[in-house]
Structures are given as structure tokens and as C-alpha cells.
């Protein structure tokens, strides 16, 4: 059962712009990590961003450095992902997902306690 709620995906041409909100589904997202992740087609799934309990620290991904944005919103229980400029190899299911991690294992999906169900994003050229 899905603790976290994405939403925001959709069909998106090249160079344009989406975001993408995390919700907690009956938990509160206010003193947790939240990460997202990515997997495209026949790709392992990939690390994008993560954004400590109060946002002051943020991790972005290289591939996606100066394009995405992390933020949240504890009032709100919500997380979201900026997407800007979005290129054709952006295309795939992100999905958060929230936890205790800390430092660099926080790019390891694995140290993630709980996940949504993904939302799709497609980026056409």
C-alpha cells in the first residue's frame, strides 16, 4: 500500500515544463527525507533530487543539475520536483519516496522506508 501520492505527469513536448507534487497518503512527510527517483524504459531506476526534513539541504542529480528543483511545503504535507527544459531522456515514472537517510546514502533507493506508485512523464521531440 502506497504511503505517498505523486501526481503532476503528463505528456510534455521538448524544452517544456512540469511539476510534480508528492503527497503523504496518511503520513506526515514533515520530519522525513524525501527523495525522487526515475526509471525509464528497460533502465535501471535513477536518483534525481532529495530535499532534507526542513529543505535547507538539497541533492541534485548531474543529469538533471540546472533543470529540476526540489521543494516542500510541511505545511501542506507536500514535496514537489520543478521540472524546466525537459529534454526527450527525462521521459519515465518518477516516483518519491521518504525516510530517515542521511549524506550520500540518500541516493540509494534502498534506504527509502516508504514509496508512491509513480507518476509517468513523457517528453516528445
Known amino acids: 500500500q502506497a504511503q505517498l501520492v505523486e501526481s503532476g505527469g503528463g505528456l510534455v513536448q521538448s524544452g517544456g515544463s512540469l511539476r510534480l507534487s508528492c503527497t503523504g497518503s496518511?503520513?506526515?512527510?514533515?520530519?522525513?527525507?524525501v527523495g525522487w527517483f526515475r526509471r525509464a524504459p528497460r533502465k535501471e531506476r535513477e536518483f534525481v533530487a532529495v530535499i532534507d526534513w526542513n529543505g535547507d539541504r538539497t541533492t541534485i542529480a548531474d543529469s538533471v543539475k540546472g533543470r529540476f528543483t526540489i521543494s516542500r511545503d510541511n505545511a501542506q504535507n507536500a514535496v514537489y520536483l520543478q521540472m524546466n527544459n525537459l529534454h526527450p531522456e527525462d521521459t519515465a515514472v518518477y516516483y518519491c519516496a521518504g525516510g530517515s537517510v542521511v549524506g550520500s546514502r540518500a541516493r540509494v533507493a534502498g534506504e527509502y522506508d516508504y514509496w508512491g506508485q509513480g507518476t509517468p512523464v513523457t517528453v516528445s521531440s
Open positions: 496518511g503520513r506526515t512527510l514533515s520530519n522525513h527525507v
